[in-house]
């Protein structure tokens, strides 16, 4: 991390420390506001919750440009989260259809399907005794191949998140 502040036994300047069994602040009618120069850190030695109501428009917003969750041996983790909209595009396309319908809509999933229809009958193999068809003992295995493509094709919107958002 950047910034690591001093501890208060060890910062050099006005501080102002409470030191009690336990603190409550409540805010009747508006909000409480916590403002710093340079870091806000908490820490604990049991659990940090953060809570909203249950009314549907209430939110958890954390806006920053640079947003870690965890650490990895006390380094910032690296790994990026995928934008699921924008995934779900790739790998499926057009979430309404499936198949190829709008070529210029299709996703990963399309594709592959495509490919297997190719292999089950557009393409022929040229062998000495001349041209040839894909092997029937292929075609079962070929189209439980394509049944679990849109099974994932259709069950995709599973994947994504009800609650968590990011841009």
């Given amino acids: 991390m950047s910034y690591t502040p001093d501890a208060p036994n060890i910062f050099q300047g006005k501080q102002v420390i409470i030191d009690s069994d336990r603190l409550t602040f409540n805010a009747k009618n508006d909000s409480i506001l916590l403002f710093s120069d340079k870091a806000i850190?908490?820490?604990?030695?049991?659990?940090?919750?953060?809570d909203t109501s249950d009314k549907k428009d209430s939110k958890f917003i954390v806006n920053s440009p640079n947003i870690y969750l965890g650490l990895k041996d006390g380094d910032l983790p690296t790994e990026p989260i995928i934008l699921g909209h924008k995934f779900q595009k790739w790998m499926v396309g057009d979430p309404n259809q499936f198949g190829g319908v709008n070529k210029d809509n299709d996703g990963l999933l399309d594709v592959l399907d495509d490919i297997l229809d190719m292999l089950l009958v557009e393409i022929e193999y040229i062998s000495p005794a001349g041209p040839t068809t894909p092997s029937a003992n292929n075609i079962n295995t070929i189209k439980m191949r394509q049944g679990k493509l849109r099974e994932l094709h259709n069950n995709f919107k599973e994947n994504l998140s009800k609650q968590v958002k990011t841009i």
């Avoid at 850190?41 to 953060?50: A, D, L, Y």
Wanted: aromatic fraction near 30%; charge should be neutral.
């Fill in 41 to 50: 850190g908490f820490s604990t030695n049991g659990s940090f919750h953060f």
